[in-house]
């Protein structure tokens, strides 16, 4: 399944951030990734969290007060015995019928639905969550992502005992992106793609010919498009609300052009349909990601 993310396509994988999520659908949990790859996403990103006796909950640290009721920090609870009894809130702030469940229950249900971005694995047990996936069989639907440091990389330590595993470091300079070169290199991890962040035009991510290096060297470059807490957009102005309210040929268009493989979104319909439009067929014609 992960070959797909190295294969030629018409338009980049849509990758979406925590599922796709609304009213009575809680991101990081079954439905919201059944819901995003209902709604058309390739690929969808969850989170992972340790709790108070080190079971691996499928939840974004920081998400208490927006998501449980009553809301509590996770770490301070187990999940077992305290947090299953939890429920979720739903956007319109009553209660739902399910809560929190753990990464087992959580890859089980999606098994063979999709490819599936592992995120934070730094946040858990990094050991426990590769064994699961193994135990699982799934190591060719997931895709890990981290940071990398120069030095002590617990992440990348962990990770050099499953050569089955893909990789992708996130990258906020050029800088960080040979840090990243560097440590897998020494541990013999080979990096199978590299999510960019970048604020500038001048930037090397923003820059085709490094795309397309990447490419030639099999390797896929991932750019965000989504938006975070009232930040800038982590792709200099090309993000998800300036596609949405203003002309997506400039900027989703635009993303596609420089030749990125996944783009990561919380609007996976509106991307898509984007994509099938004839004005993104025009502008694609006779060329492939």
Not at 53 to 80: C, Q, T
Not at 121 to 149: N, P, Y
Not at 242 to 252: I, K, N, Q, R, T
Request: net charge neutral; hydrophobic share 40%.
């Amino acid at each position: 399944m992960l070959e797909k993310l190295s294969a030629d396509g018409f338009r980049p994988l849509i990758a979406v951030h925590r599922g796709k999520s609304g009213a009575g659908v809680v991101e990081n949990t079954v439905y919201s990734a059944l819901n995003a790859f209902n709604a058309g996403a390739d690929i969808v990103e969850f989170d992972v969290q340790r709790t108070l006796d080190n079971k691996i909950a499928v939840f974004h640290f920081g998400m208490e007060y927006k998501l449980l009721f009553p809301w509590f920090p996770l770490v301070r609870f187990s999940l077992m015995c305290e947090l299953k009894k939890r429920r979720f809130r739903s956007e319109s702030e009553g209660l739902l019928n399910y809560g929190i469940c753990d990464l087992e229950e959580y890859l089980s249900a999606l098994k063979g639905r999709g490819i599936l971005n592992f995120d934070r694995i730094w946040c858990a047990d990094i050991k426990k969550c590769l064994e699961t996936v193994k135990r699982l069989d799934m190591f060719d639907q997931i895709l890990f992502k981290s940071a990398v440091f120069d030095g002590k990389n617990e992440v990348l330590d962990h990770l050099k005992n499953y050569p089955e595993a893909w990789f992708m470091p996130i990258c906020k300079s050029y800088a960080s992106y040979l840090t990243a070169q560097g440590e897998c290199a020494k541990r013999g991890i080979k990096i199978r793609g590299t999510e960019v962040i970048f604020k500038s035009a001048s930037d090397e991510f923003m820059n085709s010919e490094f795309i397309a290096a990447e490419k030639k060297e099999g390797r896929f470059v991932w750019v965000n498009s989504i938006h975070l807490n009232g930040k800038p957009d982590m792709c200099f102005n090309h993000g998800d609300n300036y596609a949405l309210f203003g002309d997506p040929d400039e900027h989703w268009g635009l993303l596609a052009d420089l030749g990125y493989r996944v783009i990561h979104t919380d609007w996976p319909e509106a991307m898509l349909r984007y994509f099938s439009s004839d004005s993104y067929k025009k502008r694609a014609s006779g060329r492939l990601y």
